[in-house]
């Protein structure tokens, strides 16, 4: 269809009109610090599904305020002032909200972050490379945190805690594949740590915290905390406690004594200046009335079945006269 030059000149008349509507809309380059709106409080950190509101208010007046938001309500108190509130905050409000004012200097516009958290469903602690029963000392293992439906995830740190004590955490500034879900959501967190079992791990108890750092929260957020997962680890015998050597009167008692940590629990053997000693299969060796045949080296193993330790001590027998 072809257009006379009368219809060119109107069509092009009606684009500048517009044009001079959207700049007189626009926001001013040079708002007046007097004309940009105010808004308490200046950040919002709302829980999921929480409740929000926030008051915007100029110094002077304005021709026109209002809100812009995706959800809530407006109520104007006066015309220096709006409240916005929303009864159920949703994650579609994660980007903020906007007041804004239109006067013969143009448009000012102020910015609301809203930051909108959730507590985690649950946080689990799991084994995840053992196929069952006690750890081997020595061993490496991977002891895996699930944080189910938490945000947001940039705030998160994931911590394993040994008997309350921190020993590894991680944090997730960015999105990373160990994270499921939507960033600007509630996520599934996937933290793995690794561990290498040893004798202090032996009964001791393994947990993950789950922790939101939110700066401008009213009030901290408590850590959500998994089951305790108590490790059982095998160990070879460490020697605790040795008699060490002693010299003993002819015909006194000899009582020598070694004690291993260990396990499974040690056995004990004693030997005699190289020969096992019958029936003598405790931590404690007691011999009544001793004469110069008694002295020597004596020698007690403990054993489990991740190994041994020995322990030696030598006994002098003084005669009597010598």
């Known amino acids: 269809m072809k257009m006379d030059a009368v219809s060119v000149h109107s069509v092009l008349s009606l684009l500048f009109i517009y044009l001079s509507f959207l700049l007189d809309v626009s926001v001013a380059d040079d708002c007046p610090v007097s004309l940009m709106p105010t808004i308490e409080p200046p950040h919002l950190v709302v829980e999921y599904r929480g409740p929000a509101s926030a008051i915007c208010t100029t110094n002077q007046s304005v021709d026109d305020m209002n809100w812009e938001a995706s959800d809530g309500v407006k109520r104007k108190i006066d015309e ?26 143009g448009q ?18 799991e084994l995840v490379n053992n196929p069952g029963g006690p750890l081997l000392e020595g061993h490496q ?14 705030n998160l740190s994931v911590i394993l805690q040994k008997e309350d004590q921190v020993v590894a955490q991680t944090s997730y500034t960015q999105f990373s594949s160990s994270v499921e879900g939507e960033e600007s959501e509630d996520v599934n967190v996937t933290a793995t740590f690794p ?4 004798m202090d791990d032996n009964a001791a108890g393994y947990r993950c915290a789950a ?17 305790i997962t108590q490790l059982e680890v095998l160990y070879e015998p460490r020697m605790l406690n040795v008699t060490g050597n002693v010299t003993v009167k002819a015909g006194d008692k000899l009582m020598l004594a070694c ?3 260990a396990n ?8 005699h200046n190289g020969a096992a000693l019958a029936n003598q299969k405790s931590n404690t060796l007691q011999l009544d009335a001793i004469g110069e045949a008694n002295g020597g080296v004596y020698e007690c193993t403990a054993t489990n079945t991740q190994g041994e330790v020995s322990a030696r001590m030598t006994v002098t027998v003084k005669i009597q006269g010598e």
């Open 80 to 105: 220096q002032s709006m409240v916005w509130s929303v009864s159920s905050i949703l994650w579609s409000l994660g980007n903020g909200v906007q007041c804004y004012t239109n006067s013969d200097a």
């Open 108 to 125: 000012c516009l102020q910015h609301l972050p809203i930051t909108i958290y959730k507590t985690p469903d649950s946080v689990t602690a």
């Open 141 to 154: 293992y991977t002891l895996e945190c699930k944080v189910k439906s938490v945000a947001p995830v940039r």
């Open 195 to 198: 561990i290498t079992a040893s």
């Open 211 to 227: 922790k939101l750092d939110l700066l401008d929260a009213i009030e901290p957020i408590p850590d959500s905390v998994s089951n």
């Open 259 to 261: 004690r291993a940590n």
């Open 264 to 271: 499974p629990a040690p056995s004990y053997q004693w030997k």
